[in-house]
């Protein structure tokens, strides 16, 4: 199986024009955001329910504890959301009539939850639909974690974040770029 891609900046851009004329437009916004500033794998993001993130009060949690049913390696972890995740998902939980906790967070038509099979068909659908190839619903994961390592974050860092146990895993997501190398000789 091909490796996912890492999405530039002005491809993200332009998927998110293009999901912007869509339907559920600030769904869709919140659903490619939440791969790209949160890394989660999508069966993760499909299986999240209001509770996950929400507070009680309507405001949004600075962090997603994730049961060990929840993640492929079947351990538990907490996903950190950063403040402009935080609006995004305020903004898109103003289109939801229902707030029960219970309740997928991202709905599918029929107003059920993704199943995690749907969703990776929807961002290969989405990716497509916007002229973006070979993206699939692994890329925001995998652009998160390449974004941080270009920022200097260590990769047991990086780790953590993707909840990994081993940095050898982690190290198959980055991909050098000439950022990073530029970057790394401005060090000398």
Not at 9 to 32: I, N
Not at 50 to 76: C, H, P, Y
Not at 123 to 143: D, L, P, V
Request: proline fraction near 2%; hydrophobic fraction near 40%.
């Amino acid at each position: 199986m091909a490796q996912a891609k890492v999405v530039t900046q002005a491809e993200l851009d332009q998927v998110l024009r293009y999901v912007s004329t869509k339907r559920y437009a600030k769904r869709d916004r919140c659903l490619l955001l939440i791969s790209f500033w949160s890394g989660m794998r999508v069966g993760e993001i499909a299986q999240l329910k209001m509770r996950d993130v929400a507070n009680e009060d309507g405001t949004i949690k600075s962090e997603i504890r994730l049961s060990a049913q929840q993640t492929k390696g079947n351990t538990a972890r907490i996903v950190f959301i950063p403040s402009k995740l935080k609006i995004e998902i305020t903004d898109y939980l103003t289109t939801r009539a229902l707030k029960n906790p219970e309740i997928p967070l991202f709905h599918t038509d029929d107003r059920l939850g993704f199943t995690p099979n749907s969703l990776c068909q929807w961002f290969f659908w989405t990716y497509k639909r916007a002229g973006i190839n070979g993206a699939s619903s692994h890329s925001g994961r995998k652009t998160f974690l390449t974004s941080l390592a270009n920022k200097g974050i260590s990769i047991h860092i990086l780790a953590s974040l993707a909840g990994h146990k081993s940095i050898a895993v982690t190290h198959r997501y980055l991909v050098a770029n000439d950022d990073m190398k530029r970057n790394a000789v401005e060090l000398i």
